[in-house]
């Protein structure tokens, strides 16, 4: 009978006894290397160096255990599937500290590097999260860890990020005055902080490196891109006083990566549902939609009727959009036959055919009501053609189908 391999043995025996390690509780786990390779070998049993070294690199060990740095013998161990824990353990923080020259306080970037590669970013998480929490076993190892000036802000921010706020979604100058700090002296350090990725893991600006961005923890991301209020910000920002119609990319462009996905959900189930964006509407042009606020209509009394109640039973965001639809339109008509300020009502009916004939004499006639437009007959001898007759109202007896401005409108 062939004796059993001595390397595969000790593998499984350190297994084992890993396992063991962990039931009998945290104070016994995780367990330094050469501790845990002793305890499995047992006090008769007795391995050369080399096959301890060779029982480490096992398949059968790297399946089930992981050690924190393999060229140190008192580097923690623990099972796979506990590597989360491991990054948290004040025994991987001792064992980093005790191979880092210097400190107390130690850079939290060496301690880092004090690990193996694929537990460094959860151990650097986990030091940047005992800080920010600020518990009482967190400040005794925050004292001892120095920061980067860039990593103190971050962690300021942060931490104020995590108290309980009475407005959702402080802007990230709010963060900064909350802290103590000074948004203008910082407002560089700022910018940058927050399109990191250490603070993207666990925040969420609506906008790319703006002071005046409203900043969500991870998990209410989404929360804060599908609001109307979110919308009403992108337009603003990306809006000038000469470009007041914003296509749907560029909105999209103004908004951070991290909720971009969230805001477009938003847009596309609300210009779905005809649902409400507040105090900014949307029309189409062409394949494309495009946004403004309802600020940017002319004149006021238009302004005001479109954000009221309508006596026509629309609602305020379906004026806007006939609105805006229809001032383009006219512009256009209007233009290519000599600007004499007036187009017949057939033409804009073929230039906005997804009104029906009732809809858009109803919103029509909520514009005439507020000053903006107004309806005439002919204006000289000759017949009208049928066409003409048929996409006419008549009123009192008159047909009238020429739509003319009773005031300029300021859009773009």
Same mark, same amino acid.
């Given at each position: 009978m062939a004796s059993p391999n001595p390397i595969v043995e000790l593998a499984q025996r350190c297994v084992e006894r890993l396992e063991a390690c962990r039931a009998a509780g945290e104070s016994s786990y995780p367990v330094p290397l050469d501790q845990l390779l002793a305890e499995a070998a047992g006090p008769i049993t007795t391995y050369s160096d080399a096959q301890r070294a060779r029982a480490v690199k096992h398949a059968s060990f790297r399946q089930r255990c992981f050690v924190a740095h393999p060229k140190h013998p008192d580097a923690p161990v623990v099972l796979v599937e506990d590597l %989360?824990?491991?990054? /948290? $353990?004040?025994?991987?923080?001792?064992?980093?500290? *005790?191979? =880092?020259?210097?400190?107390?306080?130690? @850079?939290?970037?060496?301690?880092?590097?004090? =690990? %193996?590669?694929?537990?460094?970013?959860?151990?650097?998480? %986990?030091? *940047? $999260? *005992?800080?920010?929490?600020?518990a009482e076993s967190s400040v005794a190892i925050a004292a001892r860890v120095a920061f980067s000036a860039d990593e103190r802000l971050e962690l300021q921010i942060l931490s104020v990020l995590g108290r309980p706020m009475a407005a959702p979604f402080p802007t990230l100058r709010q963060l900064a005055e909350l802290a103590g700090l000074s948004p203008l002296k910082l407002a560089s350090r700022l910018k940058k902080l927050a399109s990191s990725a250490r603070f993207l893991a666990h925040a969420a600006p609506l906008l790319d490196k703006h002071l005046d961005s409203p900043i969500a923890v991870r998990a209410e991301a989404d929360g804060m891109a599908r609001r109307a209020v979110s919308i009403e910000l992108l337009v603003r920002t990306a809006r000038t006083d000469k470009k007041r119609l914003i296509a749907r990319k560029e909105l999209l462009k103004k908004a951070s990566a991290s909720v971009?996905? /969230? =805001?477009? /959900?938003?847009?596309?189930?609300?210009?779905a549902a005809g649902g409400s964006l507040g105090a900014v509407a949307a029309i189409r042009d062409g394949r494309e939609w495009k946004f403004f606020l309802l600020d940017d209509l002319e004149p006021t009394a238009v302004r005001w009727r479109l954000t009221s109640t309508p006596t026509n039973g629309e609602s305020p965001a379906d004026l806007a959009t006939f609105a805006a639809q229809l001032a383009m339109a006219f512009d256009r008509l209007d233009g290519e036959s000599g600007g004499h300020n007036q187009v017949s009502l057939r033409q804009l009916r073929t230039a906005l055919p997804a009104w029906e004939r009732a809809a858009f004499d109803s919103r029509l006639s909520s514009l005439r009501q507020s000053g903006e437009y107004t309806l005439s007959g002919m204006q000289h001898r000759g017949?009208?053609?049928?066409?003409?007759?048929? /996409?006419?109202? *008549?009123?009192?007896? =008159? @047909?009238?189908?020429f739509l003319s401005r009773l005031r300029s409108r300021d859009l773009p």
């Amino acid at each position: 009978m062939a004796s059993p391999n001595p390397i595969v043995e000790l593998a499984q025996r350190c297994v084992e006894r890993l396992e063991a390690c962990r039931a009998a509780g945290e104070s016994s786990y995780p367990v330094p290397l050469d501790q845990l390779l002793a305890e499995a070998a047992g006090p008769i049993t007795t391995y050369s160096d080399a096959q301890r070294a060779r029982a480490v690199k096992h398949a059968s060990f790297r399946q089930r255990c992981f050690v924190a740095h393999p060229k140190h013998p008192d580097a923690p161990v623990v099972l796979v599937e506990d590597l %989360a824990e491991m990054a /948290a $353990s004040p025994k991987l923080f001792q064992f980093a500290c *005790r191979h =880092v020259p210097g400190g107390p306080p130690w @850079l939290a970037a060496d301690l880092k590097k004090a =690990v %193996a590669k694929p537990l460094q970013a959860a151990f650097d998480q %986990a030091l *940047r $999260s *005992r800080a920010t929490a600020m518990a009482e076993s967190s400040v005794a190892i925050a004292a001892r860890v120095a920061f980067s000036a860039d990593e103190r802000l971050e962690l300021q921010i942060l931490s104020v990020l995590g108290r309980p706020m009475a407005a959702p979604f402080p802007t990230l100058r709010q963060l900064a005055e909350l802290a103590g700090l000074s948004p203008l002296k910082l407002a560089s350090r700022l910018k940058k902080l927050a399109s990191s990725a250490r603070f993207l893991a666990h925040a969420a600006p609506l906008l790319d490196k703006h002071l005046d961005s409203p900043i969500a923890v991870r998990a209410e991301a989404d929360g804060m891109a599908r609001r109307a209020v979110s919308i009403e910000l992108l337009v603003r920002t990306a809006r000038t006083d000469k470009k007041r119609l914003i296509a749907r990319k560029e909105l999209l462009k103004k908004a951070s990566a991290s909720v971009r996905p /969230a =805001v477009q /959900a938003f847009l596309e189930e609300q210009l779905a549902a005809g649902g409400s964006l507040g105090a900014v509407a949307a029309i189409r042009d062409g394949r494309e939609w495009k946004f403004f606020l309802l600020d940017d209509l002319e004149p006021t009394a238009v302004r005001w009727r479109l954000t009221s109640t309508p006596t026509n039973g629309e609602s305020p965001a379906d004026l806007a959009t006939f609105a805006a639809q229809l001032a383009m339109a006219f512009d256009r008509l209007d233009g290519e036959s000599g600007g004499h300020n007036q187009v017949s009502l057939r033409q804009l009916r073929t230039a906005l055919p997804a009104w029906e004939r009732a809809a858009f004499d109803s919103r029509l006639s909520s514009l005439r009501q507020s000053g903006e437009y107004t309806l005439s007959g002919m204006q000289h001898r000759g017949g009208v053609s049928p066409e003409d007759q048929e /996409a006419g109202i *008549r009123e009192g007896g =008159v @047909l009238r189908i020429f739509l003319s401005r009773l005031r300029s409108r300021d859009l773009p």
